[in-house]
């Protein structure tokens, strides 16, 4: 099993939609977590960290649910240029560990 | 400021030959990560710095792969030899020390890497 898991997609909403993203991650002992996003050829681009409950900027919003240790993205008034692939990464409890990336969501936003 | 960036964008080399990546974190990062995405993977984590220090390797998939960071600023990766699966791109990450957002990296543009 992977340490952190994402519905690959392609998750196909219509501009203005509202889509959410789910990801699981097996490492209890993970304590922060990110949703990057990256663009086809281009590097990931931190979109939110979520070091609590969640966290919420703009038309995007991150909840954390450690009981069940799942983390999900929720986009609002979706745009084109949201169109992305949307990665989740874990990270563990210690200082300076590395990051464990989910394979990514691939979302489009259509016209 | 300045983004962290990454020499060259591409490299294409032959099986058995030899090629150094290069890094250059954002200024005032003390931590240097390496990772490597291969076709159809996920980002996986090669090794991480604090600054000339080697934090954690445990990523690094066998002893042609050589990483440095001398004086604590850029890094350099060099496989040596080349072969068939080293193929990917290879981003660095950089990111603060004990201060603020301590967690959060950023990234480089990556270097594709295709071997042939």
């Known amino acids: 099993r992977k340490e952190v898991e994402q519905d690959p997609g392609p998750f196909n909403v219509p501009e203005g939609a509202t889509v959410a993203f789910n990801c699981t991650y097996s490492?209890?002992?993970?304590?922060?977590f990110f949703w990057y996003r990256q663009d086809c050829r281009k590097e990931p681009k931190l979109l939110m960290s979520?070091?609590?409950s969640g966290n919420e900027d703009g038309r995007f919003t991150a909840q954390l649910n450690r009981a069940s240790q799942y983390i999900s993205l929720l986009i609002r008034d979706s745009k084109l240029s949201d169109s992305a692939t949307y990665l989740c990464?874990?990270?563990?409890?210690?200082?300076?560990?590395?990051?464990?990336f989910g394979p990514g969501t691939r979302l489009s936003v259509l016209p | 400021e300045a983004g962290v960036t990454q020499f060259p964008s591409h490299s294409v080399i032959e099986k058995g030959q030899t090629v150094t990546l290069r890094c250059d974190p954002i200024?005032?990062?003390?931590?240097l990560y390496w990772y490597r995405r291969v076709m159809g993977k996920e980002i996986k984590f090669l090794l991480h710095?604090?600054?000339?220090?080697?934090?954690?390797e445990s990523g690094m998939p066998n002893n042609r792969f050589l990483a440095e960071r001398t004086g604590g600023t850029y890094s350099t990766l060099k496989v040596q030899p080349a072969e068939l699966e080293d193929s990917g791109v290879y981003f660095c990450?950089?990111?603060?020390?004990?201060?603020?957002?301590?967690?959060?990296?950023?990234f480089g543009p990556g270097t594709r890497l295709t071997v042939t």
């Open positions: 990450a950089s990111s603060q020390g004990f201060t603020g957002r301590t967690y959060e990296q950023y």
């Open positions: 490492n209890s002992a993970s304590q922060s």
């Open positions: 979520v070091y609590s």
């Open positions: 990464v874990a990270h563990p409890r210690d200082y300076g560990q590395n990051f464990v």
């Open positions: 200024s005032g990062h003390d931590n």
């Open positions: 710095f604090v600054k000339e220090s080697k934090q954690d």
